[in-house]
């Protein structure tokens, strides 16, 4: 039986945390994300955020709107509700910038959401082909350039025991602790866009 989050309780909870779902940079994941009923509800309220703050220039919103989907994440151990998940992300998402199949912003964003929704077990914290899962941590640099780090989930969920009063780490900076396994150079959308394929 699958059960899914009614829309009240999805809005009721998202509520809890409301000014960080209208914030468009707030990063979210959703470790059982199913078939995305929290991040659909997550994506359109950054969107919401996107069209006040950004809603009179194209460029703009199409950049920010990449950013907000950019900044959401989920794990999800059947691949039918993944691929379910990642298909009603990119709806919301051409849908609100009124794009269609062709269009690069709409292929960068397929790219993001192959590497920001994963297939795996959010327990054991592997993919399902058994790798460690590894999270992007996008940024918007300006003019329509992105900077991408990758970071180990396992890594990621020690932050509260390293951060700890009495521990050996206590002292230390997050900068300290937490490096990325893999940084990137800038990017841009027709470059996001073409990483699309190879990612099928």
Sequence with gaps: VLFRSPSWLVDAMLDLVKDETQRIDS???EPACGSGNFLVTILQ???????VKYGTSEFEKRSYGLLAMMCIYGIELLSD?????????LEIFTGYLRLDASDIHVQAAQYVLSVNLVHGD???????????IVFAEWGYLGKGKYQRR???????TMASSFSAEGTLFANLGKHE???PVKSYEPIGIAELASLAGSRA
């Design 177 to 179: 602790i937490f490096s």
């Design 150 to 156: 990758d970071f180990r989930l396992d890594t990621l």
């Design 122 to 132: 959010a327990m054991k914290m592997l993919t399902s082909d058994g790798a460690a």
């Design 45 to 51: 309220r950054k969107l919401a955020a996107v069209e």
């Design 81 to 89: 509700n993944i691929d379910e998940c990642r298909k009603n992300l």
């Design 27 to 29: 990063r979210f994941l």
